[in-house]
């Protein structure tokens, strides 16, 4: 069995399972947390004693990152602690009883097909949309999707939204049972195409799925019972990825296991949950009281849940993985999405502040989309930190008093940093050396972002699994190589100095990991570029051999087929 084979099936284990954060967090959970939190308290206390402060600049580098992460590690943390109740109380599951109604059903004659099903909400009869965007992805995932969606249980209707304007997902559409709607231009992107096809459509629930995301067949049976609680604007599901094969989508994948696993439902407890796009279904009344799907920004999804949220709506996350999708599995489509990311997060920060007088939100709420506006500016935070050895190196100067040992400072420093892998190790089940790795390598993602909302610069929005040519992801990295080359000539430059003083430094082997870490970064990025170019050369000499003239005369084999093999299906 292939690892691509090995990961789906894990995935599909997963759909139709709640995830642990369904029931009470466990004791071993909550002594993660509370052990956690007092690693931040002794570490804060050690950073900010007076009589442990060294040199300024160094310091004050030192304390800004660290307040920006110990600021996210306790709001997190605080986040896990309340995400103990399943948000599937009595209500949900008396609506989830009442949603079929088996005297219709048989009256319809429609018993054998769950696809026909009348879907009932509240004591009242209900239609479904089902919107699938595309942009561009391939054709064969798109078909995927969309004969999933059609298939899922309860009456519905299948939309393709089609802003790659293909005549072929046209046609896998309507072989499929789907409806395919394009629309002239691409105005606003991926909220664009949503509100266009909202004015086309009339069912007062709908439902957003990425073109890689299939859902499950009971997609809507689990979601739709919400919904008899009439201040419910959304249900958001986990994004679970099926296609966690290589260093750059299994980086990406598990980055995002704790904020389902953990964050998503915590901030049920707050109605401060948000919607990440896809597996997600909204009430249109909802989306209309605020004008349509957020479109000033790129990130939609999270906007539009603060427009719902500061307009009293209540939101929900249900944490049961009900589709399943492609992680990101290139350098280049994990930049793109993650400058996508950031961006709507900066944007909120900085021109819609949670924390400002005139949002109509709690005090509670204003602290969740806090954490979400400045969850980047911990890449940032990394950044700063990689500044601090290399001042030790070139200028002597030391954030910590020369008074302090290093092995005081690491134990310190463990206490906040090992806790924390732990906690992250607890929710993912192993220790993901991807994740850590990516998400150190990332700080110049989050630089661009921050650079172009404050800039006002547009970003172009591009779908993760969009198809086309494959572009170098070294295009995409290069403050990653020239960080590498500074680091390595530092490293240098250190080891120099310790071998002259005879006496090995902390800044030293601090440099020399951070070193290591990015060129093990580059190290992934030459694989990858090596893996694109045999692909590329692959096609090549498939198209010449088809299109040579002597492939195309009968009993020539091609490709080491034989003669029987391309005769098949030749009338």
């Known amino acids: 069995m292939t690892r691509r084979a090995k990961t789906n099936r894990h995935a599909a284990g997963a759909m139709g399972r709640s995830t642990e954060s369904a029931t009470a967090q466990s004791p071993t959970m909550v002594l993660f947390v509370l052990l956690g939190v007092l690693g931040i308290i002794a570490y804060g206390s050690f950073l900010l004693n007076p009589a442990n402060r060294g040199d300024l600049l160094p310091w004050l580098l030192v304390i800004g990152a660290e307040s920006v992460l110990v600021a996210t590690a306790l709001l997190s943390m605080w986040t896990i602690l309340a995400g103990s109740q399943d948000p599937r109380d009595y209500g949900y599951h008396r609506a989830k009883e009442l949603l079929f109604d088996g ?97 086309r459509t009339s069912a007062p629930f709908f439902v957003i799925l990425d073109a890689d995301f299939v859902p499950a067949p009971q997609f809507l049976t689990e979601t739709l019972p919400f919904f008899a609680r009439r201040s419910v604007a959304f249900v958001q599901t986990p994004q679970t990825y099926g296609n966690l094969t290589n260093f750059i989508s299994r980086g990406a994948g598990y980055m995002q296991t704790v904020f389902y696993k953990l964050i998503q439902p915590g901030r049920n407890r707050f109605n401060a949950a948000f919607c990440v796009g896809t597996n997600v279904m909204f009430r249109r ?47 280049a489509a994990y930049a793109k999405q993650q400058l996508r990311w950031a961006t709507g997060g900066f944007e909120i920060l900085l021109t819609h502040n949670p924390l400002g007088f005139r949002r109509r939100l709690t005090l509670d709420q204003r602290l969740q989309y806090l954490a979400t506006a400045t969850h980047y500016l911990t890449g940032i935070a990394t950044a700063l930190l990689l500044l601090v050895p290399p001042l030790e190196i070139f200028l002597d100067l030391r954030p910590m ?29 192993s220790f993901r050396f991807e994740t850590l790795l990516l998400s150190a390598c990332s700080f110049p993602i989050y630089l661009k972002a921050l650079t172009n909302v404050l800039t006002g610069k547009k970003t172009a929005w591009s779908a993760t699994g969009a198809a086309g040519s494959a572009s170098s992801p070294f295009n995409y990295i290069v403050p990653q190589m020239l960080t590498f080359l500074f680091l390595a000539i530092t490293s240098a430059v250190g080891l120099w100095r310790d071998l002259d003083n005879g006496v090995f430094t902390l800044a030293s082997a601090w440099n020399i990991t951070n070193t290591l870490i990015i060129g093990s970064f580059l190290g992934f990025a ?17 198209e010449r051999v088809s299109t040579s003239p002597v492939s195309s005369m009968p009993g020539v084999p091609v490709l080491g087929m034989a003669p029987a093999e391309q005769m098949e299906g030749v009338a």
Request: proline share 3%; charged share 25%; hydrophobic share 45%.
């Open 103 to 199: 005297r219709l059903i048989r009256e319809s004659r429609v018993e054998a097909d769950p696809r026909l099903w009348p879907l009932r909400v509240g004591g009242e009869s209900i239609d479904v949309d089902v919107f699938i965007t595309t942009y561009g992805e391939d054709v064969a995932v798109i078909r995927r999707t969309v004969q999933a969606a059609v298939a899922m249980h309860g009456r519905h209707r299948t939309f393709v939204l089609d802003d790659g304007h293909s005549d072929e997902v046209r046609r896998v559409a309507r072989s499929s049972g789907a409806h395919y709607l394009r629309r002239a231009d691409r105005a606003h992107a991926k909220a664009g195409n949503i509100n266009a096809a909202l004015a």
């Open 285 to 331: 009344t909802a989306i209309e009281d605020i004008g349509g799907m957020y479109t000033a920004s790129k990130s939609e999804d999270v906007w539009t849940s603060l427009m719902l949220h500061e307009r009293g709506w209540r939101s929900v996350f249900l944490p049961e993985v009900l589709a399943i999708g492609d992680a990101p599995e290139t350098i």
């Open 401 to 429: 008093n020369l008074a302090i040992t290093p092995l005081t400072w690491g134990l310190y420093y463990a206490g906040f940093y090992l806790l924390q892998i732990g906690l992250a190790f607890y929710a993912v089940g």
């Open 526 to 542: 030459a694989r990858e570029s090596a893996r694109m170019k045999r692909e590329v050369r692959v096609a090549r000499r498939l």
